[in-house]
């Protein structure tokens, strides 16, 4: 899978997709997965958040309300200023990420940024989670750090995107982060290789993957959300592997076996990257 483009979907707990980038893997085992983009890669956000941007709140705001309806559209949209370095550990409530940009002739790191979202189900393309709104942003050096749209992450949490259970997993999962930073320990302890990380081979723009075939999506079918944060709280949960077709409206029959997954576990790293 190393070299490969796939697709990172957030998608919500009706199954709808609410944002697609396309990204190429850059390590991938069975604990983690690191993926890289530049600007001008491939992505698909809700057209309320595309025309909000960082900084209209309201117009993001009523991107949250359209989520919580079920009522919103994708808009074409690509990756700009920076590049991307992503480690997700698979079974995590968060991912780790490191934003580059110009300096002189090269990059260097700007800031590195913990995303708090659902852990990771494979898909055919790519990955499927779902971005949970609270962020915390981390200097270089690792020496300071502040939590980001906590005022989002309140408002999806009247709507009901977040539920108590899912808002216990993200208070557990936010204490690791801070235990990761204190302690220089998971990818921050070894930051200064993952600082240094460049993207050495350009080549052309990320896009998303072409449809083989007959292939169809294959992605965790929505779980009840108390069996989905249950994981990582320390439980055993059970897991419904279904097919749907995600994005186009269009749902296929999905098969239903049912196994147990074992609890994850208590923290998950990320290898230091190669060179790409």
């Known amino acids: 899978m190393t070299g490969q483009t796939v697709v990172r979907r957030d998608v919500h707990r009706s199954g709808r997709v609410w ?70 550990p698979l079974t995590s409530w968060f991912s780790i990420n490191a934003f580059f940009v110009p300096d002189g002739d090269g990059r260097r790191l700007r800031n590195w940024y913990v995303n708090f979202e659902h852990p990771t189900r494979r898909t055919d393309t790519g990955f499927d989670t779902l971005d949970l709104a609270l962020d915390l942003v981390v200097a270089p050096d690792l020496t300071r750090w502040e939590w980001k749209d906590e005022d989002e992450y309140a408002h999806v949490r009247r709507l009901g995107i977040v539920s108590d259970t899912e808002h216990r997993a993200v208070d557990a999962a936010r204490g690791e982060v801070l235990a990761m930073l204190t302690e220089r320990s998971g990818v921050f302890a070894q930051a200064k290789r993952w600082a240094a990380w460049r993207w050495n081979r350009p080549g052309p723009r990320r896009t998303f993957p072409a449809p083989r075939t007959g292939a169809r999506h294959r992605a965790a079918e929505p779980l009840p959300r108390a069996d989905i944060a249950a994981r990582w709280l320390g439980l055993t949960r059970m897991y419904r592997r279904g097919v749907r077709c995600l994005g186009d409206g269009r749902t296929v029959e999905c098969r239903r076996p049912t196994r147990i997954l074992p609890a994850a576990p208590a923290r998950t790293t990320c290898l230091p990257p190669p060179a790409t």
């Open 19 to 88: 944002s697609e980038q396309a990204l190429r893997v850059v390590a991938d085992s069975r604990e983690a997965l690191v993926t890289a983009c530049v600007p001008g890669a491939e992505a698909r956000w809700p057209a309320l958040y595309a025309q909000a941007g960082a900084k209209d709140r309201s117009v993001r705001t009523e991107a949250f309300d359209a989520m919580a309806s079920g009522r919103w559209e994708l808009t074409d949209a690509v990756w700009q200023e920076t590049d991307l370095l992503l480690c997700k």
